[in-house]
């Protein structure tokens, strides 16, 4: 038994209109990033909401989220992983990397998955124009706005899981971690070509 779809009201809906605008930059039918495919309906859903996204609108949102974003990141670090650094390394010579790139690591977490969804309601109600508040709402909208969370949460949880704690366990301290920190720079490699072939067989000749 299927119940009727929900109807996102007119906050959601300029979310979504700005999100999509912002996708249809980066990508388009003929391109296709691993984990951020949609059909073809959802493609021609995704065209019709940008349309209705301003230049103006627009640069407001992207720069609204950019300056919340990193004005949110900044507190997180100062109220949240600096007193936790301090607490747990006492004696900063000492700090063990695995542990402290852990911490770092689930700082990052609670930054993106929490912070970049509130810079993004915040920019959204502050660059709405009236036009993107009198958007009408398909009955497959819904769906779309779940799809496109889906996608932000999980590149967030691998962002967060696998590219952050490798990467400066790698790179930033230059240690030698053994198997587990090799097998994540390599996975972190493959993700990367694969993500470069799909996007470049997606093309258009």
Known sequence: MTGEQ???GPSAMARLA?????????SSPQVSWPGFSYTAGEWARLSGLAKNVGEGPFARFMTITAVAFIALAAIAMVGIFLPLATWLFPVPADTPALQFVLLLAATALLVIGLG???SMRLASAMSADVAMRELVPASEDAALARKVAFQINRITVIMCGLFVPGTLLWIAFNIEAGPIITALK???????GVSAVY???????
């Open 186 to 192: 390599w996975l972190s490699f493959a993700a990367i």
């Open 116 to 118: 970049l969804p509130a």
């Open 18 to 26: 700005f999100w999509v605008r912002n996708i249809t930059l980066v």
């Open 6 to 8: 929900p109807i996102l």
């Open 199 to 205: 996007a470049r067989k997606g093309q258009p000749k």
